[in-house]
C-alpha cells in the first residue's frame, strides 16, 4: 500500500518522480508479473468462478 501510494505521490510531484525513476517502476514491476506468471502457472479454478459469479448475480437481483 505504501508503494502504491507513493506511485500516486509521483503524479502531484513530477520532480519526485524525476528523482524516483527507476525505483518506482519496481513494485508495478513484481506486482503484475506475480499476478500474470500466477494465472498462467496456476490459472483460475472455472467451476469456483462461476459459482461466486452466480452467487453474486443472485445477491444483485435480490437487491433490486
Known amino acids: 500500500m ?3 501510494g ?4 509521483t503524479f502531484l510531484l513530477p520532480q519526485l518522480a524525476n528523482y ?11 506486482g503484475e508479473g506475480s499476478l500474470t506468471l500466477w494465472l498462467l ?4 479454478n472455472v467451476p469456483r ?4 459469479a452466480s452467487l453474486e448475480r443472485a445477491t444483485e437481483s435480490a437487491r433490486v
Do not use: M, S
Open 2 to 4: 505504501a508503494f502504491g
Open 6 to 9: 507513493l506511485g500516486w505521490l
Open 20 to 30: 524516483l525513476f527507476p525505483y518506482n517502476l519496481a513494485p508495478g514491476i513484481l
Open 41 to 44: 502457472v496456476i490459472g483460475v
Open 49 to 52: 468462478w462461476e459459482e461466486q
